[in-house]
């Protein structure tokens, strides 16, 4: 599998590429940087870092992104135009970004997701279970924590706990979010589910659901302390893909069929 690092120098890039040693079934075949980042035009592993993705595509079977949405999404073009598979773990899209996303996912095969761990993906496929054995009888609040670099809030991983949360309880998550209170907000209604970001230091990221009742307090919670474990996520995405017919799949479909 010939995979194409986007982003190759930031905190994610630089995880993909260490973590690619561990998998033998890939080879890197091409690395991006944006226009006049520095590393344009060095070499990293032996490889030139570009910032064309046209300059690469036809050299790798999968782009992996963990970038911006803005630069995710001219990138999609490409990778659609060649027939190429992608994994997409960059935050922030909003409904309109993400249709394109679901569109493009007619013709090729992507695999998108807003935390590509391991953990946190088996916490997604256990959390239905979970909340309907609960039911509305317990309130539930999620708090997320990110380093001080984040640019959006509440994260990915915080709104797709909500989404499976409400999905499962027969809401909808814009209907029943809050998020944080300020003020006199008055009593807490049952139905809501309060996501709460913070933001400081380096914490790669940490994130919290609690259930609460008149009678006892429900924690579960999921501490990425590196972002190999992202990285190791998205490496199997990446060779889970090899053959794929086109579609959006997420982790699940990676880890569990």
Known sequence: ???????????????????????????????????GHPMIGKKV?????????????DSGDVLIEFTSPEASLEHLKIVKEKKKGMVLGTT??????????????????????YNMSVGMNLFFHILGE?????????????????????KDA??????TL???????????LKEVAVFGRKGKTGERKREEIGIHALRGGGVVGEHQILFLSQGERIEFVHRAESRLAFARGAMRAAIWLEGKKPGVYNMEDVLFK
């Not at 922030?92 to 997701?113: L, W």
């Not at 054995?133 to 001080?148: A, N, Q, T």
């Open 162 to 172: 909500g989404e499976i949360i409400a999905a499962n309880r027969g809401q909808k």
């Open 45 to 57: 592993e032996g490889i030139e870092v570009k910032s064309s993705l046209r300059e690469v595509i």
């Open 154 to 159: 509440p994260s990915g991983t915080a709104l």
């Open 1 to 35: 599998m010939k995979v194409i690092i986007s982003g190759a120098g930031g905190r994610m890039g630089r995880a993909l590429i260490e973590v690619s040693k561990e998998f033998p079934q890939i080879e890197i075949s091409g690395l991006l940087e944006k226009q």
């Open 92 to 113: 922030g899209f909003n409904e309109e970004e993400k249709e394109v996303i679901n569109q493009a996912g007619k013709e090729i095969p992507i695999v998108f997701s």
């Open 130 to 150: 979970v909340t309907r054995i609960l039911g509305r009888d317990y309130e539930v609040e999620i708090l997320e924590i990110h380093h001080h670099h984040k």
